[in-house]
């Protein structure tokens, strides 16, 4: 039997690199967001930014939570699941990871003057189109490398696992050619006339995506099972069982009012129970277990909310208003952010203790569930009274104050979470020079 290749040779930090990008995004995005809370405050202060005002900005904050600080944790989820450290193709992760960020760059640029195809995540245009979808081949040329080297030199490496991690591959090969096909604004129109909106189906599908991961989660942070395996086989099979019935729903355009719809949207419900039993079925280390209650409290919350909100009567005065923000920043501020978190901390390991302080996991938490509160309060008064938002009043400020305040305690963590991470990679660094 071969050894392993990546017994007696020193790893290349590629994790470390991956956690620092992803919060230099957040970073970014996050004080982009208070520019933007600030503008809804004082409406006035997009005259001094000339071109560059509210409406360009917006996409800037949305793409940048999303590309940047929502998708670079699950890439240095996916360096770990592909070992891309003890192999070879090491030295080019780094590149890689630049070149994400330098497309991403590239990106914002492109949007605030003004190219944009105008659909929500898909603004890519002009260069930027081509760009970043070269940036994630970039990757997935990395991870195969690593795969590649560690295919006939490793036998530890089962049939299972390199027929999963080759499927793997085969799916995220289609993503580069997806974003630049998807941004293509003759595919579907900005505003589809066509369809009401999202429907029961389309959202248990896309969670659905959501659930997969999470379901794959334990096994690229190399967890083991610590208990029984009833819990493992129950989630797999409400799984198999929820792709079925999406499958069953259909893609047509359908009223959330027919029974159907929010029925099938609710199967998602048991889910508040079984990913806790699920989770906990795995040997965790004990610095990742305050993420992990968190994680799982954002996602107990963003399920139930989510389904009483799209039910007959709710949505209607629910939709278009603040209280739409709020369960947004629910998803990504509170359950995604939670989760990357606690990606991270599994994937960085104990010694390296970038996301270990009380002070900021109650600054972010904290800011978080009050900025939620106030886009729901602001949506209750807002679905009675559609003026609420637009006219500048007392209590309107007050909550908008109230949420630029949030979004602050929320920037002060990452500033303190990316000068842990800056501080953590020197050393890594002289570490391996002094070697």
């Known amino acids: 039997m071969n050894p392993d290749p990546s017994a007696g040779q020193s790893k290349t930090d590629v994790l470390g690199p991956a956690a620092w990008h992803s919060l230099a995004w957040l970073l970014i995005a996050n004080c982009v967001g208070l520019l933007l809370a600030i503008l809804l405050l004082f409406p006035g202060l997009n005259g001094v930014l000339g071109e560059w005002t509210y409406g360009r900005w917006m996409p800037v904050h949305l ?248 039910l007959p009567g709710l949505l209607d005065c629910f939709k278009f208003t603040d209280g739409l923000v709020g369960h947004s920043h629910m998803a990504m501020a509170g359950f995604v952010s939670s989760m990357n978190i606690f990606v991270m901390v599994n994937l960085l390991g104990e010694k390296r203790q970038v996301f270990a302080s009380r002070w900021a996991f109650a600054a972010w938490q904290g800011g978080a569930l009050g900025y939620i509160m106030a886009m729901f309060f602001a949506g209750s008064i807002e679905g009675r009274n559609p003026a609420f938002s637009f006219v500048p009043g007392e209590m309107r400020d007050g909550i908008y104050l109230f949420r630029l305040v949030c979004g602050a305690l929320m920037t002060a963590a990452v500033v303190y979470w990316l000068w842990r991470a800056t501080q953590m990679n020197r050393a890594v660094v002289a570490m391996g020079q002094s070697k």
């Open 63 to 310: 793409n940048l939570q999303l590309y940047g600080w929502c998708s670079l944790p699950l890439v240095g989820w996916l360096l770990k699941v592909y070992r891309v450290d003890a192999t070879p193709a090491a030295r080019w992760s780094r590149p890689a990871l630049w070149a994400w960020s330098a497309a991403l760059a590239f990106g914002a640029v492109s949007w605030l003057t003004g190219h944009t195809g105008g659909k929500l995540f898909l603004d890519w245009q002009g260069y930027a189109r081509v760009l970043f979808p070269l940036a994630t081949f970039m990757l997935w040329l990395v991870l195969a490398w690593a795969l590649r080297s560690r295919w006939s030199s490793d036998q530890s490496v089962t049939t299972a696992e390199r027929v999963a991690k080759v499927f793997g591959l085969i799916v995220l090969l289609s993503v580069p050619a997806t974003l630049y096909w998807a941004a293509d604004p003759k595919i579907y129109p900005p505003v589809n006339p066509d369809t009401g909106g999202p429907t029961g189906a389309s959202l248990l599908e896309s969670t659905l995506g959501i659930v997969s991961v999470l379901l794959l989660l334990p096994y690229g942070c190399g967890r083991k099972l610590c208990g029984g395996k009833e819990f493992l086989y129950a989630a797999w099979a409400l799984f198999a069982f929820e792709i079925a019935l999406s499958l069953s729903l259909g893609r047509d355009n359908a009223s959330h009012r027919l029974p159907l719809q929010f029925l099938g949207l609710g199967s998602l419900l048991p889910w508040i129970v079984l990913l806790p039993l699920y989770f906990k079925s795995f040997n965790w280390p004990d610095h990742s277990r305050l993420w992990l209650n968190a994680l799982l409290f954002w996602w107990a919350i963003l399920l139930a909310s989510a389904w009483t909100i799209f």
